[in-house]
């Protein structure tokens, strides 16, 4: 059962790398700005905040408890480690689907490097969330370049999620942009547009459409 307060969230912000050797990696543009947005609007409600953050250049939220990771293995492990006492997960990070099936001990020269590279999967940590979520509030993000709603909704659907935040990353919107705009669509068929905007502002608008103080004194209840 949740607690009525403190609320404790958990977020997860910016990019994971997967190694092809010491120096190179599979990774994205994520600047973990959004995942800090709300892990800040979730400190400026009174709410305890745990964050799980991958390799940005961005200043700790203030108040927030701070578990840096690199890579999605790091990720998973840390989200079994602190999601039993959390209230509510918000799965912002821009986590990397497929990792080097093989890491090599030594840089690779440029000469002698394998032009293809085998793929295997990484840890699905929201997947594996959700099946020991209990009362707990999850809520994720999938980035799209196209047919947003079609793919948040089947991400919400199949991980088994309350809500899932969609954004359409683009040259001016989402990932190292400071402005975000958000299809939220919640699993009793809620849609809401947020945004555009900044993304303090999507941030605590998000917050406010989670409705997580009256859920949470209803169970505790």
């Known amino acids: 059962m949740m607690k009525a307060s403190p609320i404790r ?8 790398r997967e190694y092809i050797d010491p120096v190179r990696f599979i990774s994205n543009p994520s600047s973990g700005k959004m995942g800090y947005a709300l892990a800040q609007a979730a ?9 799980i953050i991958g390799p ?7 108040a927030a408890s701070l ?10 492990q840390t989200l079994h480690d602190l999601f039993p006492p959390c209230d509510v997960l918000i799965m912002a990070a821009a986590v990397s689907d497929f990792k080097p099936a093989k890491k090599l001990p030594c840089k690779e020269k440029k000469l002698e490097a394998r032009r293809t590279l085998e793929l295997v999967p990484t840890p699905d940590s929201l997947l594996e969330m959700s ?15 196209e047919n947003l709603e079609e793919h948040g909704l089947r991400k919400l659907q199949e991980k088994d999620l309350d809500w899932i935040a969609v954004n359409k990353v683009g040259a001016d919107i989402g990932f190292q942009s400071d402005d975000n705009e958000i299809l939220l669509i919640g699993s009793d068929g809620t849609r ?7 993304k303090t502002k999507v941030a605590r608008d998000l917050l406010d ?3 997580l103080e009256t859920i949470c004194n209803t169970l505790s209840k």
Request: hydrophobic residues 45%; charged residues 15%.
């Open 192 to 198: 809401l547009l947020i945004g555009p905007g900044a």
């Open 131 to 145: 099946l020991q979520k209990g009362s707990r509030i999850l809520v994720g993000f999938a980035a799209e370049t």
């Open 9 to 16: 969230c958990l977020v997860t912000a910016g990019p994971t």
């Open 43 to 51: 400190i400026d409600r009174g709410w305890t905040v745990d964050l």
């Open 67 to 76: 578990y840096e990771i690199e890579t999605a293995e790091q990720l998973n």
């Open 56 to 62: 940005v250049a961005l200043p700790c939220p203030t």
């Open 209 to 211: 459409a989670l409705n």
